[in-house]
């Protein structure tokens, strides 16, 4: 499975932007699929992440309320709509997948990331 982030840049507190994973080489609708980031100097984390149909997110504490994860399985693509971040939302973001199947923390896919800055 390959996975192409896009769509980070500069963006002002309180503004909004989304991120965009595209993948490829096997059948999204077979994928849990979520988001990590990771800022300088901190560990890395992950942001939320969406089953296979859709039907069920999970968004880490800090981001619950601001951040919406969904995906379009007839473009094999997943989303991060943004609204209102906040300068700590500035990090390396990742997309990652799995079989749906595979519980756990374990993800076995990753994109390369791309950068969300977010100025104050």
């Known amino acids: 499975v390959q996975l192409q982030a896009s769509g980070g840049g500069l963006v002002q507190a309180g503004g909004s932007l989304r991120l965009s994973c595209a993948a490829s080489?096997?059948?999204?609708?077979?994928?849990?699929v979520g988001w990590f980031r990771q800022a300088p100097g901190k560990e890395r984390e992950l942001v939320a992440h969406i089953t296979w149909n859709g039907g069920s997110t999970s968004y880490a504490d800090a981001v619950k309320g601001r951040f919406t994860v969904s995906r379009d399985n007839a473009k094999s693509t997943m989303y991060l709509q943004m609204n209102s971040p906040k300068p700590e939302d500035t990090a390396l973001y990742y997309c990652?997948?799995?079989?749906?199947?595979?519980?756990?923390?374990?993800?076995?896919?990753w994109g390369q990331g791309t950068l969300v800055t977010v100025s104050s």
């Open positions: 990652v997948a799995r079989p749906y199947f595979r519980g756990g923390g374990a993800w076995d896919y």
């Open positions: 080489g096997r059948t999204f609708g077979s994928l849990a």
